[in-house]
């Protein structure tokens, strides 16, 4: 499976991608609104989990490539997720530190928006984060996304949960 936008191919990861993502995850600033960055074990588990996405639901976490360069800068794609009590899918990013405020998070999340309405004919999308994570929930809004609730969780402290509907999407 590969996504492709002006500037991005989003590709299934490999194991080959284990130090990029290793740099990505490891990092305490581009982790801060996680409970702790990732160590080794939990960046091979993370590769893992995404191939298992794959097979299950057909859709995962992807490699972000800068298609002028071949470089992976990151991760992006649609994840079912425990939000509220309800498994929903969930489109989620993350950006090399080098590479952010460049848009690449948004150019990411709207193709992928697309293909979740588009190929996979979902009726909505979400994405949540730790309510102090203002550069995520800025990529939710960017795309069309509305804010939906901010619930009280014991990892994120408070969690902030953004939406769009396919009818939305296609509106716009």
């Known amino acids: 499976m590969k996504l492709e936008t002006k500037r991005l191919l989003l590709r299934e990861m490999t194991p080959d991608d ?3 993502l290793y740099a990505i995850l490891s ?8 409970p702790a960055p990732f160590d080794t074990e939990k960046v091979h588990s993370w590769i893992g989990r995404n191939h298992n996405r794959y097979r299950t639901d057909g859709f995962g976490l992807w490699a ?3 298609k002028e360069t071949g470089d992976v800068i990151g991760d ?3 994840t079912l997720q425990n939000i509220h009590g309800e498994m929903l899918p969930e489109i989620g990013y993350h950006i ?3 590479h952010q405020r460049k848009g690449y998070a948004s150019e990411a999340a709207a193709e992928c928006m697309r293909f ?3 190929d996979l004919q979902m009726p909505a999308v979400y ?3 730790k309510y102090t994570n203002a550069a995520s929930y800025g990529v939710a809004l960017k795309n069309g996304m509305r804010f939906v609730e901010e619930y009280d969780d014991p990892v994120n402290i408070k969690t902030r949960v953004y939406a769009i509907t396919r009818e939305e999407w296609l509106q716009r």
Do not use: W
């Open 18 to 20: 284990f130090d990029v």
């Open 27 to 34: 990092d305490a600033e581009t982790m801060q609104h996680y």
């Open 64 to 66: 972000v490539v800068l």
């Open 76 to 78: 992006c794609g649609i």
């Open 96 to 98: 090399r530190k080098d």
């Open 116 to 118: 979740a309405f588009e």
């Open 127 to 129: 994405s949540y984060m």
